[in-house]
T-cell receptor, first 109, second 111 residues
């Protein structure tokens, strides 16, 4: 079946640093979604991207829909302790949602 | 709106026992889904529903049953629990094709 790869798998950063992570696939998607999951909670939708090349921001978060439609990128600027969690990407094609394995972010004070 | 709610939050079963995980949404969403989340893996689709009375299998349906008698509720039944079903289960709902909202999850351990 379809699979998504996320990199890095995990990252440790200092508070205040910027973060970049990406999601890649061998398949084309019509929509890319980025979710954040806090420990013991369900994933929360952060950003939705609907068009190739689209760049969308949500506060300190910025995500891009790759021009090939096979990848997407998420950047977090000026990280803070509450950014800690697992970030998931999801590619959507028709009614099919495919989720990546997640990038685990740790923020050191 | 409460969004998507799930009960129980935690559950421990013995092998062979059956149980039902409850899911409800108050957003009048047509689409509802059940996923399981295992370490190092993405969310995997178990079953889904496109409306009351309509359900279908996802990627990993074996050992699970669902029904959808109302728009609001979408329970997941484990028929005979096995250790391989130890996981975190998430219910999700959506109005359109794209923005899917998740419940807080049920953490299930099968001994």
């Amino acid at each position: 079946g379809q699979q998504l790869n996320q990199s890095p798998q995990s990252m440790f950063i200092q508070e205040g640093e910027d973060v970049s992570m990406n999601c890649t696939s061998s398949s084309i998607f019509n929509t890319w979604l980025w979710y954040k999951q806090d420990p013991g909670e369900g994933p929360v939708l952060l950003i939705a991207l609907y068009k190739a090349g689209e760049l969308t921001s949500n506060g300190r978060l910025t995500a891009q829909f790759g021009t090939t439609r096979k990848d997407s990128f998420l950047n977090i600027s000026a990280s803070i302790p509450s950014d800690v969690g697992i970030y998931f990407c999801a590619g959507v094609y028709g009614q099919n949602f495919v989720f990546g394995p997640g990038t685990r972010l740790s923020v050191l004070p | 709106n409460a969004g998507v709610t799930q009960t129980p939050k935690f559950q421990v079963l013995k092998t062979g026992q059956s149980m039902t995980l409850q899911c409800a949404q108050d957003m009048n969403h047509e689409y509802m889904s059940w996923y399981r989340q295992d370490p190092g893996m993405g969310l995997r689709l178990i079953h889904y529903s496109v409306g009351a009375g309509i359900t279908d299998q996802g990627e990993v349906p074996n050992g699970y049953n669902v029904s959808r008698s109302t728009t609001e509720d979408f329970p997941l039944r484990l028929l005979s629990a096995a250790p391989s079903q130890t996981s975190v289960y998430f219910c999700a709902s959506r109005k359109n094709y794209n923005e899917q909202f998740f419940g807080p999850g049920t953490r299930l351990t099968v001994l």
